[in-house]
């Protein structure tokens, strides 16, 4: 294995170290691990599993949406089905999926580092996401809770007959394995980047989960007080957001938004990240201007902490508030197209091949895009007026989380599974995943557009009759979302036990993970290596430089 | 100093990490009491009659003592360090027992102020009672008390545990190996303090004048 032409070009490496996967076999092994890429497979077997859990709660919506009346589920349980799916999706998978697996895995050896810097944190963290998740788990068998994630007060705090204590609880407790993922990363990328590998020269999947990391760490915080808030004045009747003491729900929107609207960042630059690992890589050419894609996601998570008012034009704040909460939004729109007019750029001119990986990060691309303006219709104050609590606003954030980071996530998955697991997915097969995915996603989430548009309502177990054409459309596609999803499931796992021994660099991609072998060693880089150029050196001939071209070990 | 983690390329690098790790964790911890400030903001903004009144029954006697007990605990916990810094471990054994022994006090006292205010019917939960027409207010005034006074007392319960732990690791071993993580806990520990400069004014001296 591993006798690729790059490798030989790095004198004096060492080759054929042990896997990080061979460095023990026990379950002890595994649930002790301190080091970065068993501690993010860690993760990925979780936020797996909370994925088809919140997946599966999404199918009996679908399925109860098929008809106008409300037939598969009471009206009660379609509350609490949306809100496990909307908690679990949201906490349990789109916060942690890209960080803290990918993430995990990659930044260290993206910035030539052995480790994160505080690996016992790390572990940590993953024991706390697993914490949270079991008080999630206990809420739904104790008979779910019926609030929406958004636990708005005074539904969730004075009226509520379900379990919003411990669901409460189990936001709160992850919360605090997100902060520690954000703060490690922060340190790690500010204080172990390797010799030469300065701020410019980091690849933007760094860039991109450094910025995500200090949204974590800042806005996170927020949300944990904010919901013990709600835990408190739910057990006690005194708190800051009862009206009857003078107290003001708003309030609690202002703190819930203030951390879940930069959460949605949280979530879709990490895809970002991702999606500017691909396309240069598939296009062979150098990212379209590097710089302004740092600057704009360094903006966009900046930008992202002052617009949280959007959510709230009709519940009362102020008009002057509105206008500039609206003003603002508009302005993230910048950053988000210079992203998108950077990719497509990139793809200009480019030799483009149409991987698997690739089939996704233009799906992103493509599905980001209309999210996004889409955002702007809602970021409308007068607009939004029409639209707020329709299904405009579902199908908006759905292609933005799920058109867009899921599809990202999985590109990600593919493009560094060789890396991960040391062995080749089935490429055709992950074509056919990604078409059918992108299919089952228009069709599951264009027709929801225009049911916003025409009026149905959000969160309601029956319809109007005539909305029920575009809710069967709706469904059938989530039918094919759902089988475009297990099948990555299917032969990504097969791949993983029995694909084809992956060479180190199967991509001829640029970046310091492709100089270790596949998988790399625990320590990941034998010697440190010295970095000597930017991040993307690709050239449209094909004849992609050697991937050691971008370090030499250090002398 | 002590031999660095594997993966530092030396102990200069590590104190560093460890360094901006405590900030970023401050900058975190300081967001975490965020929205009892904001909600403080609120209250007052919209009843600041009614939370001048409530904080006029708060016991600003033992509010300005002990303020200016955990205000001399940091003064330790500052001595404390620079005599680590300085190799002379017995010294900054007993300055870090002193601060601890503050920290202690500051307790304690609280302790006894939680107590009275029991004993006064200002628990918001506990049979809550305040004079008309400011009963609504006080009650929010106080939850808002209670909510922060009693995170910050379990973040300066946490700051005692660690000062007494260091305090018994300096008593064997190399002194210098501590050197990194005292600092760390030192910062800690005044920012336990910094959060209470803030609370003292706005909890205790509410337009005390009236």
């Known amino acids: ?555 | 100093m002590s031999a660095p983690a594997e993966h530092f390329e030396s102990a200069e690098r590590q104190h560093q990490a460890a360094e901006l790790g405590m900030w970023v964790f401050l900058a975190t911890e300081l967001m975490f009491f965020g929205p009892l400030f904001l909600g403080y903001a609120y209250g007052r903004w919209s009843f600041s009659e009614g939370f001048a009144a409530a904080s006029r029954h708060t016991d600003v006697v033992i509010g300005t003592i002990n303020t200016a007990v955990l205000l001399t605990s940091s003064l330790f916990v500052a001595l404390g360090a620079r005599a680590v810094k300085l190799d002379r471990g017995a010294a900054a054994r007993v300055l870090l027992l002193c601060a601890a022994g503050l920290g202690a006090v500051f307790l304690v006292l609280k302790g006894l102020e939680y107590h009275d205010e029991w004993r006064e019917h200002l628990v918001p939960w506990l049979d809550f009672r305040f004079a008309r027409p400011h009963q609504h207010a006080a009650a929010m005034f106080y939850f808002l008390y209670f909510g922060m006074t009693g995170l910050h007392a379990v973040h300066l319960t946490i700051g005692i545990a660690v000062m007494v732990v260091f305090a018994v690791r300096l008593g064997s071993g190399p002194v210098a190996r501590l050197e990194n993580q005292i600092d760390m806990g030192a910062l800690y520990w005044h920012f336990v303090d910094g959060i209470w400069v803030f609370l003292y004014p706005i909890l205790y001296l509410v337009e005390r004048h009236g």
């Open chain 1, 1 to 555: 294995m591993n006798a690729l032409p790059a490798e030989q070009s790095l004198p004096g490496k060492v080759l054929h170290e042990e896997s990080y996967l061979r460095e023990g076999f026990t379950l002890r092994s595994w649930l002790l691990t301190r080091d970065h890429k068993r501690i993010a497979l860690l993760y990925m077997i979780s936020i797996t599993g909370f994925f088809f859990l919140g997946g599966a709660a999404a199918s009996i919506i679908r399925l109860e949406l098929l008809t106008p009346a409300g037939d598969v589920v009471d009206a009660e349980t379609y509350n609490k089905l949306f809100t496990a799916h909307g908690v679990i999706m949201v906490w349990f998978f789109l916060i942690p999926s890209i960080p803290a697996t990918l993430g995990n895995f990659l930044i260290p050896l993206m910035i030539g580092a052995r480790e994160v810097a505080f690996p016992r944190l790390n572990l940590a963290s993953w024991y706390i996401y697993t914490l949270g998740g079991i008080f999630v788990v206990i809420t739904l068998i104790a008979g779910g809770v019926d609030t929406g994630w958004t636990f708005y007060t005074p539904f969730s705090t004075l009226f509520s007959n379900s379990n919003v204590v411990l669901a409460v609880m189990g936001v709160f407790i992850v919360g605090f394995s997100s902060i520690l993922t954000g703060l490690n990363f922060i340190v790690t990328v500010h204080r172990l980047r390797a010799p030469g590998m300065t701020w410019f020269r980091l690849p933007l999947f760094v860039w991109a989960n450094y910025a995500t990391s200090l949204i974590l760490v800042l806005a996170t915080p927020v949300l944990a007080m904010t919901l013990s808030l709600v835990a408190f004045e739910r057990l006690t009747h005194i708190g800051i957001f009862d009206p009857a003491l003078g107290g003001d729900p708003l309030l609690f929107q202002h703190l819930f938004w203030f951390y879940s609207h930069p959460a949605v960042y949280i979530m879709v630059l990490p895809a970002m990240g991702v999606a500017s690992e691909i396309i240069p890589c598939f296009a062979r050419k150098q990212v379209f201007g590097y710089r302004m894609m740092a600057y704009a996601i360094l903006g966009i998570a900046i930008i992202g902490f002052l617009v949280w008012g959007h959510h709230m034009f009709v519940s009362g704040q102020s008009m002057y508030a509105s206008i500039a909460f609206s003003l603002l939004s508009f302005l993230v729109a910048i950053p988000s197209a210079i992203k998108v007019f950077n990719w497509t750029a990139t793809l200009y001119k480019g030799s483009i091949s149409v991987s698997g990986p690739m089939l996704y990060a233009l799906g992103f691309v493509g599905l980001f895009t209309i999210g996004g303006l889409t955002g702007l219709f809602l970021a409308a104050t007068a607009l939004d007026v029409h639209l707020t609590d329709t299904y405009f606003v579902v199908a908006h954030f759905h292609y933005i989380m799920v058109g867009g980071t899921v599809m990202a996530y999985l590109g990600g998955l593919h493009f560094w599974w060789p890396k991960i697991v040391g062995r080749l997915y089935p490429e055709n097969l992950a074509r056919i995943a990604a078409v059918t995915i992108f299919i089952g996603f228009n069709l599951t989430f264009f027709p929801q557009y225009l049911l916003g548009a025409w009026g149905m309502p959000r969160r309601y177990h029956e319809y109007a009759p005539q909305f029920q054409l575009l809710n069967e459309f709706s469904s059938t596609g989530a039918a094919i979302l759902g089988i475009g999803y297990l099948l990555p499931l299917g032969y990504l796992t097969w791949a993983m036990l029995r694909g084809a021994r992956a060479p180190s660099n199967p991509w001829g991609a640029t970046g310091l993970e492709w100089e270790t072998p596949s998988p790399p060693p625990k320590e990941n880089f034998a010697v440190i290596p010295r970095v000597v150029r930017g991040p993307y050196d690709y050239h449209p001939s094909g004849a992609s430089a050697p991937s050691g071209a971008s370090a030499e070990p250090q002398a």
